[in-house]
């Protein structure tokens, strides 16, 4: 996989949806507080429309959005779960005067092992919900969402670890320049929020091209 492709190709899709737009870089910045419409243009982004769509329609906008966080809501569900089972662990009272359940050479590796499934788990639905996002955006149809099977064939024929290379490439490259803003006094956190909006378009666009990278099962 092209990593420098993606990256240029999503900053050349970014450059052209906002450089010079103002009104539809103003209207972005006013949906990143009403949430659910920036979500919705993400959806749009995903979808493939190239150029960059324009900011239009803003009750399909909403609604798409609402759509996109249950989406990311239903597939945050296991990694709750696996969070929780720790804490429930650890709040389970053990009777004054008796032996502990687990030694504490044996509780450290219980404690590894959940944590290793934990960074395990975390990478494989966070790779299924990301084309899981963009496989409903380009269809449509929130069902497709949840066809798991066909996400896997779909990840697997791109290659996981190509896919998960390129996930770290993107958040790397948005930490590193991020980081670099807010060590700029004040006017570097007013400059990130400023470029909230290209964040944003940059991210869905360099995970819409992973998704096409490959042809998606029908």
Request: proline share 6%.
């Amino acid at each position: 996989m092209d990593y420098i492709r993606l990256l240029s190709d999503s900053f050349d899709y970014t450059k052209e949806a906002l450089w010079g737009r103002w009104v539809r870089w103003l209207l972005l910045l006013v949906s990143v507080v009403i949430f659910p419409l920036i979500y919705g243009y993400s959806v749009r982004v995903m979808s493939g429309t190239k150029p960059a769509p324009e900011f239009e329609g803003w009750i399909r906008l909403f609604v798409d959005g609402i759509k996109l966080i249950v989406i990311t809501i239903v597939y945050t569900i296991p990694i709750m779960i696996l969070t929780l089972i720790p804490i429930v662990l650890y709040a389970i009272p053990v009777p004054a005067g008796s032996e502990p359940l687990l030694s504490p050479e044996v509780g450290i590796i219980v404690a590894l092992a959940l944590l290793i499934l934990f960074i395990l788990a975390a990478i494989v639905v966070g790779i299924l919900a990301t084309f899981a996002m963009v496989r409903f955006s380009q269809t449509g149809r929130m069902g497709e969402a949840f066809r798991v099977g066909a996400l896997l064939a779909h990840i697997g024929e791109i290659g996981w670890l190509n896919v998960f290379i390129a996930l770290v490439v993107l958040t790397v490259v948005v930490a590193v320049v991020e980081f670099a803003l807010i060590l700029v006094p004040i006017i570097g956190v007013i400059i990130l929020l400023l470029l909230t909006p290209a964040f944003i378009i940059f991210t869905y666009r360099y995970i819409t091209l992973i998704y096409e990278s490959a042809p998606a099962p029908a």
